[in-house]
């Protein structure tokens, strides 16, 4: 009789392989065209791990704090992409809340759709829109208030309240619907163990 139970590991295996290939992909075009991949490209090598985390993370099982970790070292990287061809490293003042809780909530939105579960899935989509909110009221007052870069913007003084009143109504709702999820979780959540009909059950001695 044929096994047809999946192999453990092949997963993992196909993933570090694509991994490889891909970073033999780079190297040859680098060499090919004369690129210096670390003065220019070097966050790849950030990238490229993260990646591969989150696709061996989105293979396993139970690989959600994998794809997690996978999707913060990712987005790490393509922050240092962006400030390595940019030289524009002052933005590390706001940028980090597109790793934490951005990262994160991609990570579960990921993990999310790939194992059926709408909660994760709302929960990841919440920290993303919670990242986007923060980024852009960091960037307004660092940029705008402030003028980190050297050059202020020149932005109307409601705009950075509006920005931080947006966010804490955002917040303010957040929070009101994830009891509201929460509460509606534990009534659907079936007791454990099941009780016997037409009384409680009683634990034997």
């Not at 993933?15 to 090919?32: C, E």
């Not at 065209?33 to 003065?39: A, K, M, S, V, Y």
């Not at 990570?107 to 990841?124: D, E, H, K, P």
Request: aromatic share 12%; no cysteine; glycine share 16%.
């Amino acid at each position: 009789m044929i096994d047809s139970r999946p192999q453990r590991g092949s997963g993992g295996a196909v993933v570090l392989g694509a991994l490889l290939i891909a970073l033999g992909v780079v190297f040859l075009a680098g060499q090919y065209w004369n690129l210096d991949l670390g003065q220019y490209g070097w966050p790849i090598y950030v990238i490229g791990p993260g990646l591969a985390l989150v696709l061996l993370g989105l293979t396993q099982r139970d690989g959600r704090g994998l794809t997690i970790f996978g999707s913060m070292v990712t987005i790490v990287g393509l922050i240092l992409l962006y400030q390595n061809l940019t030289d524009y490293w002052e933005s590390w003042a706001y940028a980090w809340t597109l790793i934490a809780p951005g990262g994160s909530g991609v990570g579960m939105l990921l993990y999310g759709a790939r194992a059926g579960n709408g909660g994760m899935m709302r929960a990841g989509l919440w920290q993303i829109v919670t990242a986007l909110g923060l980024f852009a009221a960091g960037f307004l007052f660092f940029e705008g208030l402030i003028g980190i870069s050297g050059r202020r913007f020149p932005l109307p003084d409601w705009v950075l309240p509006l920005a931080v009143i947006l966010i804490g109504l955002l917040l303010l709702f957040r929070g009101f619907t994830a009891r509201s999820d929460a509460h509606h979780g534990e009534s659907d959540e079936p007791s454990w163990p099941p009780r016997a009909e037409g009384g409680s059950q009683t634990p034997e001695a």
